[in-house]
């Protein structure tokens, strides 16, 4: 027979059918690496979001602070970061804050906050380098002091503030 039917015939075998399901459980530990990866990459997003939010945070508390002093405004500045922090919903037990340059509460200072948080990964099988390690997520954040702003010192009265 040389006509549809036997062609009908031939495809219509299932005598290959289960021939590469071994690359099923395969392809299924890629998919779940895959996620893995994006987990860690996720979490590393998160706390930079954090972090940044947090720097911002400590410094609008410091530059707008009430106390008068530096060591009441920088108390101020971290409760407003440790507040940040928590909002984000993140560990508060990984998160350092520290001011780059002098934070002085005086007018025309530039206030600059450093708040670094510490982001654990797991290891991923194939993925060499990345992994199973803590890293550290940065945000910087940086204002002036009000110029105008009454009671506080200023290192010379003729000065102008430059941003």
Request: glycine share 12%.
């Given at each position: 027979?040389?006509?549809?039917?036997?062609?009908?015939?031939?495809?219509?075998?299932?005598?290959?059918?289960?021939?590469?399901?071994?690359?099923?459980?395969?392809?299924?530990?890629?998919?779940?690496?895959?996620?893995?990866?994006?987990?860690?990459?996720?979490?590393?997003?998160?706390?930079?979001?954090?972090?940044?939010?947090?720097?911002?945070?400590?410094?609008?508390?410091?530059?707008?602070?009430?106390a008068?002093?530096?060591?009441?405004?920088?108390?101020?500045?971290?409760?407003?970061?440790?507040?940040?922090?928590?909002?984000?919903?993140?560990?508060?037990?990984?998160?350092?804050?520290?001011?780059e340059?002098?934070?002085?509460?005086?007018?025309?200072?530039?206030?600059?906050?450093?708040v670094?948080?510490?982001?654990?990964?797991?290891r991923?099988?194939?993925?060499?380098?990345?992994?199973?390690?803590?890293i550290?997520?940065?945000?910087?954040?940086?204002?002036?002091?009000?110029?105008?702003?009454?009671?506080?010192?200023?290192?010379?009265?003729?000065?102008?503030?430059?941003?």
């Amino acid at each position: 027979m040389t006509g549809p039917s036997s062609r009908l015939g031939r495809w219509g075998d299932e005598s290959g059918f289960v021939g590469g399901f071994e690359a099923l459980p395969f392809g299924f530990l890629v998919f779940v690496v895959g996620v893995a990866l994006l987990v860690n990459a996720w979490g590393v997003i998160d706390a930079k979001l954090a972090a940044s939010a947090a720097a911002r945070e400590a410094v609008r508390a410091f530059v707008e602070s009430e106390a008068g002093d530096g060591s009441g405004a920088m108390s101020e500045a971290r409760a407003a970061a440790e507040s940040a922090i928590v909002g984000h919903k993140a560990d508060a037990g990984r998160w350092q804050l520290r001011s780059e340059g002098p934070a002085e509460l005086r007018r025309c200072a530039r206030v600059t906050f450093v708040v670094s948080y510490d982001v654990p990964t797991f290891r991923l099988p194939w993925i060499e380098g990345f992994g199973g390690s803590v890293i550290t997520a940065t945000g910087r954040h940086s204002e002036v002091v009000d110029p105008y702003r009454h009671g506080l010192a200023t290192a010379d009265a003729t000065v102008r503030c430059r941003g």
